[in-house]
Structures are given as C-alpha cells and as structure tokens.
C-alpha cells in the first residue's frame, strides 16, 4: 500500500480499526504516521470544546458536503448525520456557535493539511499539467465564513468589516495558491504559500472566536 | 431676557453637572504585586491601549483607567502568575476603554489581548504574545525573548529585537522590522507589505512571506546572508551585490526569482511573495 492509497482510505481508517496492510504502512510511513497523529490531535482538541449544544443538522450537512467534495470522506446514501470522530458529545450538548466555528477552523486544517499531502502523492492519479484548466472545488467553507461573521457582528459590530475584508483576502490567497500547486504538485513554493494560507484563515477563525467570546 | 438669562444658567449647571460626572466615571486605580522569577502577566482588554514596559526589580505594577462606570477592571495574583481582565458590567456605545499602563521585571513573560488596541512593549527580556485584531502593535528593546505577534489588520513595527525569536502573523497588516536579529525570525501576511531593515545578525533563519503586499529589504554591505527571493506572480528586484549559488535549491526564474550569498552567508534569508513584489536593496 502506497501513501496515495492509504490517504484514499484515511476517513475510514480515522473511524474505524484499520486492516493489516494499513497497520503495515503506518509503521512504516513517517508522513502518514504523522497525518493520523494529527488528525487525532485535532479531534482531542475539540473535545476542548465544551461546554457544548446541538447544532443545526444544516451545518454539519454542509461540513460533510464540503469534506466529500474535497474527497475526503465518502458520499452515503440515504440521510445519515455526520459528526466528526473522536468528538465526544452527548446527543443534548453539542456544539455552541463558537466551539463549532474552532471545530470547523480545526476541520479546515486538516482538509488543507491532507489536501496538501494529496497533492505529493498524486503519482499515481492523473494530475493537472501546465496550461490544462482544472476543477477548482468551490469553497468548502462559506457557510463558516458565514458564521465567523455572524459572530463577529454579535460581539465586535465595529470589527465586522475588518474580519469580511480579509476573510476575502484569505480565501484569495488560498485560491491563487491551490490554482498553482494544481498547475504544478511539486512546486514547493506555492505549496508552502498553500498552507500557509490555510494556517492564515485558521487564525483569522482563532481570533474571531476569541472575540465573539463564544 | 429674564427668561433667557435662566436658560443659560440651567445650561451651565446641566454641563457642569455632566463635567463633575465625566470625571467620577474616570477612575484610575493602580495594582502591585511582588513576583518572583519567571513570572508570567496576562492583560486581555476589550477596547483600549495597553502599555507594557519592563523595570528593575520584582514587582508588577498595573495602573488601569476607565472611563465610565458601565466597565470594570478585575486584576488577581495567583503564584507567580498574573491576570488582569477588563469586563463590561453594561454594553454601550459610550467611552467604555480602559487604557493600562504596565510595569513588569524584564524577564516576566507577558500576553496581551487587545482588540483595539494600540499594544506597546518595551524593555523585555522575557517572552511576549501579543494578540490584536485591528490593533497597531510596536515592539522595542527586546532582547533574548520569544515574541510572537498576531493581528488581523492591525500594523506591526518591532525594533531593535536582538537574539529574538521572533514570530509575526498578520492578515492584512503591514509589518515593520527595524534591527531585529535573532536564530528565528519568521513573517507572514496575507496582503500586508512587509520591510525589513537591518543586517540580520550573525547567523539565523529569516523568513518573510506574504501574498500580494511588496517586501522590501534594506541591508547594509557587511550584511552576511545566503538570500533567496521568489515571487511566484509577481516581481523582483535587487540592487544587492550577491554572488551567485552555484547550485541554488530552486531554479531561478528572472524577473521572478534570484538568490546568491554575501560576505560568509551566515544567516539564511528567505523572501516568498506570492504575487507581491520583492526587493532587496543596499543601505
């Protein structure tokens, strides 16, 4: 089993207990090792989270949505609700407004992180050459863009503007650079500015909560 | 007139009444604790300057003002430990910021959270957060410390910062760097220019890296750097006398990228713009 496959398989092995060939690679993959590891260091931190209520269905809709465009969990049938694994909640106490925000902030780490690692190990898959036009996915995160505002706008009014310009600001930058890394997967520049700029709205989430004090 | 004159009398009183209640919602009250070494201070303050600035001896000395009595400020020790948090008892659209003036021990390790801001700190030794959204942060005279600075749109200038381990993020804020050296010195923004200037010292690792702000660098001729620069849509332009590498890690592209080494090339020097424009020039 090659990287490609075993990230391939990465929601399903997060989730559940993985099979010998994927327990062989882990031992012997430092960079898959450390993906898992901080995958599962993600979903610790949100038990951090507390304390904690039911969100809208429609939100963690829209994070299973945007995590099966990015391809990194499988589209199911039937209507099934998503939450993230490891992320002890009681059925009554879900997630805040702003424990969520951290939640998806966190989430959009690591679509960026294994976005990323996707990206190195596509030697197997057909990848975009220079000069062929390929499929962007759409932004996975507008509904939370929308609620990092909202929660701005409940806590600092005066700041809403601020944190809207550069959400705007951000979501170019990872843009400009996912369009590049697509041209070319080994241009190690414009993957450094890839995750720097998902390191950049994750911040701009990091701070939004602190100020919306949720 | 009669009539009059009472009206301007009741005007005075009614102002002076409102003077006498301005100045009673101005209180200043002031905080001393004794610490010991290694203590850590935390300020979070909604709206309002926050001024830190380290001194000679044990003791943190915090001095808050309000401005209204819709706001209070709760300062505790707990150890070595110091927190001062300012809480809205009411919201309002009125004077509610508090400014604080801090002293610390120079080697106190100091958080501060200020929105608003302006956030200053000088004269420190000891490790600096610094945490602002649209806040204006300034950093000077600091030596042998971690300072790590964040803002949203909030302008950073850090100056005179030796021996720092220096961290700078920003979204759209431009950040100043004058005479700051240190084993790491390492910034991001987003659309905000970035400068530098200084020889940046005697062997470390320096990182500058926006998306679509200008980055410009001034350093002196015994500046010792092994210096790459790439924009990867944009544009680059030295007036630095490098000698080329003669196996530089990533192809050069003119127009958009060059590198090469001066003097011993001591410090490494990375200069990453996504579509910004980069220069380097001579002091």
Partial sequence: MNCAEFQKALPGIIESDRNAEEEAHLKSCAVCSDLVQDLRCIAESAKLLLPMQDPSPRVWAGIRSALEREGLVRPLAGTVRFRPQGVVLSPRRWVTGGSLLAVAALLLLAIGITWFFNQGTRDSQPVATAGVPVAIPASSVDEDDAQVLSAVQRRSPALLATYRENLDTVNAYIRDARRTVEQDPYDMGARDHLLRAYNQKALLYEMALARSGE | ?283
């Fill in chain 2, 1 to 283: 007139m009669q009539s009059m004159s009472n009206g301007v009398k009741w005007s005075l009183v009614a102002v002076g009444l409102l003077a006498v209640a301005a100045f009673a919602a101005d209180n200043r009250r002031e905080f001393r604790y004794t610490v010991g070494q290694g203590a850590s201070v935390t300020v979070t303050n909604e709206s309002g300057p926050v001024e830190v600035r380290g001194s000679a001896g044990r003791q943190v000395v915090i001095v808050a003002t309000t401005h209204s009595d819709k706001v209070e400020v709760d300062c505790n020790q707990r150890g070595n430990r110091i927190q001062a948090t300012t809480h809205f008892l009411q919201r309002s659209d009125g004077p509610d910021r508090v400014e604080y003036q801090i002293l610390v021990p120079q080697d106190a390790s100091v958080t501060v959270r200020a929105p608003s801001g302006p956030i200053t700190a000088e004269r420190m030794r000891g490790d600096l957060t610094l945490e602002g959204d649209a806040a204006g942060i300034d950093v000077r005279d600091v030596s042998n410390a971690h300072v790590h600075v964040r803002t949203i749109s909030g302008p950073v200038s850090l100056g005179n910062i030796s021996n720092g381990h220096v961290e700078v993020t920003s979204l759209s804020g431009s950040v100043q760097l004058d005479a700051v050296s240190g084993p790491k010195v390492s910034v991001n923004t987003a659309k905000g220019s970035i400068r530098y200037h200084g020889d940046f010292g005697e062997g470390g690792d320096y990182m500058l890296v926006n998306h679509s702000g200008n980055i410009d660098v001034t350093l002196p001729a015994a500046a010792s750097v092994d210096l790459t620069a790439r924009s990867i849509a944009g544009s680059v332009e030295n007036d630095f006398p490098l000698i080329q590498q003669q196996h530089p890690t990533s192809p050069i592209t003119p127009g958009h990228s060059f590198a090469g080494t001066s003097n011993s090339g001591a410090s490494t020097v990375q200069l990453r713009s996504f579509s910004g424009k980069i220069r380097v020039k001579k002091q």
